[in-house]
Every structure is written in C-alpha cells, then in structure tokens.
C-alpha cells in the first residue's frame, strides 16, 4: 500500500512539473519583445497649435488679434522602418511630410462683418526614435525620439465678409520669414495587431513639441508649435 501512495505521488509530481513547463513554453511564445525587421506606411491626425511670444531679443512686437488664434485640426504622412538595434530596442526612422497650423475666427456683434484664416507650415521630415515592443499577436508599442525637419511651405488662407453681405477670400504663400529648419521631440505609446506572419495595424497616440522657433532670428515673434493626436499605420515584417 505504501508503495502504491509513493507511485501516485510521484506521478502527481511529474504531471505537475510538466504541466509547469508546457505553460511557461507557452507564456514565452504568447508574450516576448519584438526583434523583427519592421515596414510602417502611416497617417498622422492631430490637433495642432502652438506657444507664440515677442521676440524680445528684437522689437517686442505685441500678439494683438494672434492672441485670439485656436488650434487646427492637421494630418501627416510617414513612411517608417525599423530595424533591431540591442537587446530589446529597436531603431525607428523614415520619411515624413509634416505638418504645424494655427487658425482664427472672427464675427462682428454689430454686423454682417467677418474674419477668419487657417495657416499651415509644411516640413519634410525624418523621424528618429527608439522603439520597444512587447507581445504576439496584439502587443504594446512605444517609441521616443525626435524629428528633425526642413521647411517646405508656407499657406494662409483668408476669409472675409463686410457689413454689406459680400464675401470674398485670398491665399498668402510666404517663405521669407520662415527657418529653413525645425526640430521637435516625438512620442507615441499604443498597440500593435499583426493579422498573420508579416502583415498588421499599429494604433498610436502621438505628441510632438517643437523645441526651436518656426520663425527667423530677428522676426517678430518666437513660434514653437506643439501637436496631440494618434498614428495609424500598416505594418510588414520581414
């Protein structure tokens, strides 16, 4: 009888540890960190705006109506890869086309009268970061960086009524009070689904601060514009 109670236990405890080992196989395969050769094509939509002073360093212009401007409703276009750097790191870098806006709006209490605008700043930019992803089949994503960028264009467009009713509108292009350059800090956190081996969808929240002025060393104000949004991308591993 004794033999026989020594013979279950030890049974019990072999089912046990094997058992044990199978499900630690299995967490291992359902959660680890990403090392794969990454292909993002990807869209940005964010709300930008930003800090806008005098320049004190030069005429102490004031903000007047500028003050009054709101955020602006913007999208981007990005072509990313990523590549393993070292351990459970991986380099993220790309192409983008870039964008920063402001806007205004302005009604007469008194008339028909009306103002408004929607001012866009358009960057070619390439966005380095550092990346980490943790999981199988739908795993957490994150990345930090910065994303340095050269000016492209500049686009105002104008809209007005005057106290008669009559409408009218006008786009302003300027390129000569704008830095050839900009740089701004960049940071996303959000998932990752792969559908199969290669193919998948990454959704990211997305800030971006610009850490350099947007305008020229003696111009009238210091303009660093900031932006809150999300990323959506398709994926190819390879």
């Given at each position: 009888?004794?033999?026989?109670?020594?013979?279950?236990?030890?049974?019990?405890?072999?089912?046990?540890?094997n058992?044990?080992?199978?499900?630690?196989?299995?967490?291992?395969?359902?959660?680890?960190?990403?090392?794969?050769?990454?292909?993002?094509?990807?869209?940005?939509?964010?709300?930008?705006?930003?800090?806008?002073?005098?320049?004190?360093?030069?005429?102490?212009?004031?903000?007047?109506?500028?003050e009054?401007?709101?955020?602006r409703?913007?999208?981007?276009?990005?072509?990313?890869?990523?590549?393993?750097l070292?351990?459970?790191?991986?380099?993220?870098s790309?192409?983008?086309?870039q964008?920063?806006?402001?806007?205004?709006?302005?009604?007469?209490?008194?008339?028909d009268?009306?103002?408004?605008?929607?001012?866009?700043?358009?960057?070619?930019?390439?966005?380095?970061?550092?990346?980490?992803?943790?999981?199988?089949?739908?795993?957490?994503?994150?990345?930090?960086?910065?994303?340095?960028?050269?000016?492209?264009?500049?686009?105002?467009?104008?809209?007005?009524?005057?106290?008669?009713?009559?409408?009218?509108?006008?786009?302003?292009?300027?390129?000569?009070?704008?830095?050839?350059?900009?740089?701004?800090?960049?940071g996303?956190?959000?998932?990752?689904?792969?559908?199969?081996?290669?193919?998948?969808?990454?959704?990211?929240?997305?800030?971006?601060?610009?850490?350099?002025?947007t305008y020229?060393?003696?111009?009238?104000?210091?303009?660093?514009?900031?932006?809150?949004?999300?990323?959506?991308?398709?994926?190819?591993?390879?």
């Amino acid at each position: 009888m004794l033999r026989i109670l020594f013979f279950c236990a030890f049974l019990i405890v072999c089912f046990t540890s094997n058992a044990q080992l199978i499900n630690e196989s299995k967490n291992q395969s359902r959660f680890s960190f990403n090392q794969k050769n990454t292909l993002y094509l990807g869209i940005d939509a964010y709300s930008s705006f930003r800090e806008l002073y005098s320049n004190t360093a030069f005429l102490s212009t004031p903000l007047g109506e500028r003050e009054y401007e709101a955020p602006r409703w913007m999208t981007s276009y990005s072509l990313r890869v990523e590549i393993p750097l070292f351990r459970i790191f991986k380099i993220n870098s790309g192409l983008s086309f870039q964008q920063n806006g402001e806007s205004y709006n302005w009604n007469s209490v008194n008339t028909d009268s009306s103002f408004a605008y929607q001012t866009s700043f358009k960057y070619i930019g390439m966005p380095i970061q550092l990346s980490i992803e943790y999981g199988n089949k739908i795993s957490i994503y994150g990345a930090l960086g910065v994303s340095p960028a050269i000016f492209n264009s500049y686009l105002q467009k104008s809209q007005w009524t005057n106290e008669l009713g009559s409408s009218d509108s006008e786009e302003t292009s300027i390129q000569d009070n704008c830095s050839s350059f900009i740089i701004s800090f960049r940071g996303n956190l959000g998932i990752h689904c792969h559908i199969n081996d290669h193919f998948g969808v990454q959704l990211s929240a997305l800030y971006r601060r610009q850490l350099n002025n947007t305008y020229k060393e003696y111009e009238d104000y210091i303009h660093k514009a900031y932006s809150i949004g999300f990323n959506l991308s398709t994926s190819y591993q390879f």
